[in-house]
């Protein structure tokens, strides 16, 4: 999970360790693929804003990982705006799936 500051899309620093740990295990297994759930706003915020915010969260996770050497065709991209039931909406789950 890499939580944003709110109304921010900027990939805080606090996450960049997470996904580079992500990023090596990926390399040494072909079968992972990772699915990012991008969330943003509140029950408030334009379902539109907070669909696109969510979706440029989710962009700059996935260009770090692509930067940091894992395929694109290895990430799905989900940008759910303010449809979440969590505590922290302003956030990127990211889920490794082996296939």
């Given at each position: 999970r890499i939580?944003?500051?709110a109304?921010?899309?900027k990939l805080p620093q606090?996450?960049?360790d997470a996904l580079l740990d992500?990023?090596?295990k990926m390399s040494d297994r072909d079968t992972l693929r990772l699915q990012l759930l991008a969330y943003a706003g509140t029950a408030d915020t334009s379902a539109s804003a907070a669909?696109?915010?969510s979706?440029?969260?989710a962009l700059a996770v996935r260009s770090f990982l692509?930067?940091?050497g894992v395929r694109s065709t290895r990430i799905d991209v989900r940008a759910l705006g303010n449809k979440s039931t969590d505590a922290i909406s302003e956030r990127v789950e990211i889920t490794v799936i082996e296939r």
């Open positions: 939580v944003f500051d109304d921010s899309s606090s996450g960049r992500i990023s090596r669909r696109r915010l979706l440029s969260r692509i930067e940091n």
